[in-house]
């Protein structure tokens, strides 16, 4: 067969050197959650922060760094890109942490009567991270009961009454359980008990949060907090407690058991007497 013709058209310039084609190299905005490599270091992680002159990664291990946007100086779906801030959004109404509506310039709202019980200190902390400006706004308190050992006793002493509502969240509330047990005994038109079927509150954070892909089994009669920082390596409970805590921004993070509860109760004691 006789050989096929190459084309040369528009390969070189009139004195014959080499025509040299640019590659078009994409700009591809730095939304968080992109995820991109700088080809230099082969480091590789999601955007979390973003500015003008320099991109902040973070791996999946949680470890973070800031590269200067230059041209061409990363590598998106294996292809060079050039990283550019994202236009800005139209701007809506300002969210909390828990995904309400922002109060601009708020100022706390005096106390309720009403109060929402919690078992122990990280359960408080939680709350106050996510739904904290909703607390405020609508003036109610949330208090540690440090246990549910007697909570019918504890109940009895604080005379729930329509002006006066209980919201009560627990772990581990499932069929069976002891915790079920104990809401039953306490239920009432004044009382509301809530919870999520997790061993402890730290389990109703999601694993990836807290850079694990799930959290471990611990056996029964080992405490858990204690179990699963040992699993982990993460230290003593107080440890694993700032790990977990900190690594928590908003709603979007925890499990959907304890956001219902929690909202549940939220709108339980704020019902107009």
């Given at each position: 067969m006789p050989a096929r013709p190459h084309d040369y058209s528009g390969a070189f310039a009139a004195d014959g050197t080499r025509v040299k084609v640019r590659k078009e190299i994409p700009q591809v905005s730095a939304e968080p959650g992109l995820v991109v490599e700088d080809p230099a270091s082969g480091f590789c992680g999601a955007v979390v922060a973003v500015d003008i002159?320099?991109?902040?990664?973070?791996d999946r291990h949680g470890r973070r760094r800031v590269f200067p946007l230059l041209p061409a100086g990363f590598l998106h779906?294996?292809?060079?890109?050039?990283?550019?801030v994202p236009k800005a959004a139209p701007k809506g109404p300002a969210r909390s942490a828990s995904g309400s509506v922002r109060v601009q310039g708020l100022k706390a709202r005096t106390a309720r009567a009403s109060r929402i019980w919690v078992e122990g200190v990280h359960d408080a902390e939680l709350l106050e991270r996510v739904w904290g400006h909703d607390l405020r706004v609508e003036g109610i308190v949330v208090e540690p009961m440090h246990g549910m050992d007697d909570l019918a006793a504890a109940v009895r002493d604080f005379a729930p009454?329509?002006?006066?509502?209980?919201g009560v969240l627990v772990d581990h509330l499932v069929e069976g359980s002891k915790e079920t047990r104990?809401?039953?005994d306490v239920a009432g038109p004044d009382v509301l008990v809530t919870g999520h079927p997790f061993v402890d509150v730290w389990q109703a954070v999601k694993p990836s949060v807290v850079g694990i892909r799930a959290w471990p089994e611990i056996?029964?009669?080992?405490?858990?907090k204690t179990g699963v920082c040992a699993a982990l390596r993460w230290g003593e409970p107080a440890d694993g407690a700032r790990r977990v805590l900190g690594a928590v921004r908003d709603f979007r993070d925890l499990e959907t058991p304890l956001i219902g509860a929690v909202e549940q109760l939220i709108d339980f004691v704020t019902v107009p007497a």
């Open positions: 002159r320099q991109v902040t990664l973070e779906e294996g292809r060079p890109a050039t990283l550019v009454a329509p002006h006066r509502r209980l104990a809401a039953r056996p029964r009669g080992t405490d858990w």
